[in-house]
């Protein structure tokens, strides 16, 4: 899974990116105009308290495939360089200036958040409706000497998405069927992937959520995944190297955590996926899944032999081991240590351990 990081220059995607991936962007990177792509850490509170109750040798966060996608510009999408940088993201995360600074330029000549957003919504609606066109006008052209039957199918479905697009909403709000998918696999359609908008606001107006709430009204039959940050404020956060500092440094803001923690949380959210662990003395690992994996999914997460010498997995509850203080005696003892079959749906906050024969 794969989250593209877009935006207009000088929003402060580049410094997102870096403050994500713990990645510093070289200068033959950025030459290279080309996406870089870098591996997230997810932070995630039950894992901490997961590390506290083991105090494990080793730890293991799960983390997520993060691309910056560098220079995006108005006509940026019909490149096929960006294009097909895009089309490998399951997730498009839109980095949007909402801050004042004159010695910042704005490719546009001023910062207007709500304009970049709808400037790059609708260059995703016209790329995708582009696409469509052109292969709908070779489809009915093949279909002039043939019938065909899967390419007829194959014209109804674009000819469904041609329609949502002409109405300027995004291809992820249709309801469409496996079938329908087999058709698509292979196209370059951007309205598809799920969206995450992230205003970079000022220092000043980071707990001033007014105008996000009102993008999140304007646009809230668009499923669209909304977030606040001040990119300069994340900055100074990451730069201390003590703990008690930094949290020193969150409480005099009134901040909880790092916006690019939750970020991260958001991207898991927006992939729709589920994080489950395993726990000992030894080790402390998470893993994530498509939501609804079954248990045999979830072992292959681990290991492809664990999925094919699947026999059951032991479960316990992340509540119920936290409440126990770790203690997975007690659980046993109260009958809290369940044994799972191949039938078994993964739960978030799920803690497996795998028995398997090879």
Not at 100 to 122: F, L, M, P, T, W
Not at 143 to 160: F, G, H, I, Q, W
Not at 292 to 321: C, N, T, W
Request: aromatic share 6%.
């Amino acid at each position: 899974m794969k989250i593209g990081i877009i935006g207009l220059p000088q929003t402060g995607k580049k410094t997102l990116f870096e403050l994500i991936t713990k990645h510093k962007l070289t200068e033959n990177e950025l030459a290279g105009n080309k996406p870089v792509s870098g591996l997230a850490e997810i932070i995630d509170p039950r894992f901490e308290k997961l590390v506290e109750l083991y105090n494990p040798e080793s730890e293991a966060r799960a983390r997520l495939n993060v691309e910056f996608i560098p220079k995006l510009e108005k006509g940026s999408f019909a490149k096929e360089e960006v294009l097909k940088a895009l089309d490998g993201a399951d997730v498009l995360c839109h980095i949007v200036r909402d801050f004042q600074d004159e010695a910042v330029y704005h490719i546009n000549g001023s910062v207007d958040s709500k304009r970049d957003i709808d400037e790059i919504n609708s260059e995703l609606i016209f790329n995708d409706l582009a696409f469509i066109d052109k292969r709908l006008d070779r489809l009915n052209q093949t279909l002039k000497r043939t019938s065909e039957e899967k390419m007829m199918k194959e014209r109804d479905v674009l000819a469904k998405m041609k329609a949502q697009l002409e109405a300027e909403l995004p291809l992820r709000l249709l309801t469409l069927t496996p079938d329908d998918m087999k058709y698509l696999v292979s196209y370059p359609l951007l309205t598809l992937k799920e969206l995450i908008v992230v205003l970079n606001a000022s220092e000043a107006d980071l707990k001033n959520t007014s105008k996000l709430e009102s993008y999140k009204k304007e646009h809230e039959k668009q499923r669209i995944f909304w977030m606040q940050v001040s990119v300069k404020v994340e900055s100074e956060i990451a730069a201390f190297e003590s703990a008690d500092d930094r949290n020193t440094f969150l409480a005099e803001l009134g901040i909880k955590e790092p916006a690019v923690d939750t970020l991260k949380r958001t991207c898991i959210e927006a992939l729709n996926l589920i994080s489950f662990f395993g726990v000992g003395t030894d080790e402390v690992k998470q893993w994530t899944i498509p939501r609804g994996s079954s248990a045999p999914q979830a072992a292959g997460a681990i290991h492809s032999d664990l999925e094919k010498g699947f026999i059951r997995a032991e479960v316990m509850k992340y509540r119920d081991l936290v409440d126990a203080g770790g203690d997975e005696k007690k659980l046993q003892e109260t009958g809290k240590v369940y044994l799972k079959g191949k039938d078994y749906t993964v739960e978030d906050g799920d803690i497996l351990s795998i028995r398997f024969n090879v």
